[in-house]
Nanobody, 115 residues
Framework: VQLQASGGGSVQPGGSLRLSCAASTSRFILNSMGWYRQAPGKQREMVAVATSAGTTNYADSVKGRFTISRDNAKNTVYLQMNSLKPEDTAVYYC??????????WGQGTQLTVSS
């Protein structure tokens, strides 16, 4: 499964941005689609995940500010990010688990939150 992420960029604190990640597959069920991020000098961490069952999970640091959603017809996952903070600055990666066993990572998209 190949992933194509887009939507990163630079934004001021308090601003909003939406990330998109499209998965190129029509063969497999995408069990989960999610977003992770890695800031300089830090480990990659989960931001938000949405499962095919309709459940979602968020990191505590983004709850109430970020919203993950899926368009299953398009095999696309979105991350709406509001009230952005400088500490949200990171490279954001989408991750997909397909057929319960195949794990794919997107190429990463940079988000910079700075005044």
């Amino acid at each position: 499964v190949q992933l194509q992420a887009s939507g990163g960029g630079s934004v001021q604190p308090g601003g909003s941005l939406r990330l998109s990640c499209a998965a190129s597959t029509s063969r497999f069920i995408l069990n989960s689609m999610g977003w992770y991020r890695q800031a300089p000098g830090k480990q990659r961490e989960m931001v938000a995940v949405a499962t095919s069952a309709g459940t979602t999970n968020y990191a505590d640091s983004v709850k109430g500010r970020f919203t993950i959603s899926r368009d299953n017809a398009k095999n696309t996952v979105y991350l709406q990010m509001n009230s952005l903070k400088p500490e949200d600055t990171a490279v954001y990666y989408c991750k997909v688990v397909a057929a319960g066993i195949y794990i794919s990572w997107g190429q990463g998209t940079q988000l910079t939150v700075s005044s």
